[in-house]
C-alpha cells in the first residue's frame, strides 16, 4: 500500500495508525484512558499559552531514521519546521501514555532513545499503575534522574529547558475502569 494510499484510507474509529520506517502500517486500538490522558494532558498545557507549541500524534524528526510520533510533546516557542516536520532539537518535553501493549517500549526503549537524543524532560504516564514517572537530565543511554508521581497528590511543576514551567494536575488524570483493568 502506499503512502498517499494509506493517508487517504479510513481507518476504525478507536484505532491509532503509526508508520514504521521499515514501510509497515500498524493499526492498534486505543483506550478511552489512553485518549482521555493525552486530552488532559493537553488541557493542562494551556497555562503555557492558548498557541503554545503542543503536538500529539505528530511525526517529529530524529536522527537514523528513528522518528516518533509521541502521544504529546511541548516544543520551544521559536521551534520551526524543517520541510514538514518540527526535529528533535526543539523538543523540550515528550509524554508517553502507557497502554498494555506497550509498557515496555515506554518505560525502557523510549527512554533509551529520548535520552541518547538529549529530550530534556521525558514522563510516562501510566493509567495501570496510577503513576507519572518524569525523566530529567537525559544521557547517552537514558536519564540520570527519575521521579515517579502518584495519581492522586495534586499539581505536578515541570521545569522546561526554556524557563517555562509545564503543571501535569495528577488529581485528574483518568484511571481504567476495573473491568478494563
Not at 493499526?27 to 493525552?38: K, L
Not at 518540527?86 to 515528550?94: K, P, R
Amino acid at each position: 500500500m502506499s503512502v498517499d494510499a494509506v493517508m487517504h484510507a479510513e481507518f476504525p474509529a478507536g484505532y491509532v495508525v503509526f508508520f514504521g520506517t521499515d514501510g509497515k502500517v500498524i493499526m492498534a486500538p486505543q483506550s478511552f484512558e489512553h485518549s482521555s490522558t493525552i486530552k488532559s494532558m493537553q488541557i493542562d498545557s494551556l497555562s503555557l499559552g492558548r498557541h503554545a507549541k503542543t503536538a500529539s500524534y505528530v511525526y517529529l524528526d530524529f536522527p537514523a531514521d528513528e522518528n516518533s510520533a509521541p502521544d504529546f510533546a511541548i516544543l520551544r516557542e521559536d521551534a520551526q519546521r524543517q520541510g514538514e516536520r518540527y526535529g528533535f532539537e526543539d523538543v523540550l518535553l515528550i509524554a508517553e501514555v502507557v497502554s498494555v501493549s506497550s509498557a515496555r517500549k515506554d518505560y525502557d526503549d523510549c527512554t533509551a532513545k529520548y535520552g541518547r537524543y538529549g529530550i530534556p524532560v521525558y514522563v510516562v504516564v501510566d493509567p495501570y499503575a496510577a503513576e507519572v514517572v518524569v525523566h530529567t537530565q537525559p544521557t547517552g543511554s537514558g536519564y540520570i534522574a527519575a521521579h515517579t508521581h502518584e495519581y492522586g497528590s495534586g499539581k505536578l511543576p515541570i521545569e522546561l529547558a526554556d524557563g517555562r514551567t509545564y503543571t501535569l494536575d495528577l488529581d485528574e488524570l483518568p484511571r481504567p475502569e476495573e473491568e478494563a483493568r
